[in-house]
């Protein structure tokens, strides 16, 4: 059974705070990684593709270990703005064509 | 750039109506499209995605079900709507490979 899991939290963190969370995935095969944000009744929305040397835009870091099959989330210096449901996504390969697992997301609830 | 639109931005319906939601997709050919439904409180589940014109493949048995009668037009339709449908609808497309692009949703009621 290929599965995409995450840790459900939330994560209540004070502003300023450094914040990781960490997802596994289950098809060796996956080639695409993602991480979405999804703000209270709204859409996910694309935050960044991991890419397999690591990525960095702004205060977030994103991370691919393929020997251990996760992709971890950074997020430094952690904003009210930051309080969502952030979503891993890995392509299942070798499953349904072009089909996107996703995981049941991460609520991070950032406080002043 | 690309553009994808759906509607109705909510919905109210009662046991036993059809239902009709449709998508569409600007600024791309042939993408992948999809529909999911988010459940309250639960997490994102594929219900159809589709690779071409009529092709439709159905992730889970259900009341519902998708057509695509044009390139970047994606309908979500149901026959006679269940108090289990409620659900916040979402569409979405990619290119291949790429993320995934939804589109606003469709917050259903049926009550």
């Known amino acids: 059974r290929k599965e995409v899991e995450q840790d459900p939290g939330p994560f209540n963190v004070p502003e300023g705070a450094t914040v990781a969370f960490n997802c596994t995935y289950s098809?060796?095969?996956?080639?695409?990684f993602f991480w979405y944000r999804q703000d209270c009744r709204k859409e996910p929305k694309l935050l960044m593709s991991?890419?397999?040397s690591g990525n960095e835009d702004g205060r977030f870091t994103a991370q691919l270990n393929r020997a251990s099959q996760y992709i971890s989330l950074l997020i430094r210096d952690s904003k009210l703005s930051d309080s969502a449901t952030y979503l891993c996504?890995?392509?299942?390969?070798?499953?349904?064509?072009?089909?996107?697992?996703f995981g049941k997301g991460t609520k991070l609830s950032v406080k002043p | 750039s690309q553009t994808i639109h759906q509607w109705p931005a909510t919905l109210v319906q009662p046991v036993g109506s059809p239902l009709s939601l449709e998508c569409t997709v600007e600024?791309?050919?042939?993408?992948?499209l999809y529909w999911y439904r988010q459940a309250a409180g639960r997490g994102l589940q594929l219900l159809f995605y589709?690779?071409?014109?009529?092709?439709i493949s159905s992730e889970v048995p259900q009341n519902l079900s998708a057509s695509r009668p044009q390139d970047r037009q994606f309908i979500l339709s149901s026959k006679k709507l269940l108090l289990s449908d409620s659900g916040f609808y979402l569409c979405?497309?990619?290119?291949?490979?790429?993320?995934?692009?939804f589109g606003n949703g469709t917050r259903l009621t049926v009550t």
């Open positions: 996504v890995v392509n299942d390969y070798g499953g349904s064509q072009g089909n996107l697992i």
């Open positions: 589709s690779v071409g014109i009529g092709q």
């Open positions: 991991v890419y397999s």
């Open positions: 979405a497309w990619t290119g291949v490979p790429g993320p995934l692009h």
């Open positions: 098809n060796s095969a996956s080639q695409s």
């Open positions: 600024g791309t050919s042939n993408p992948n």
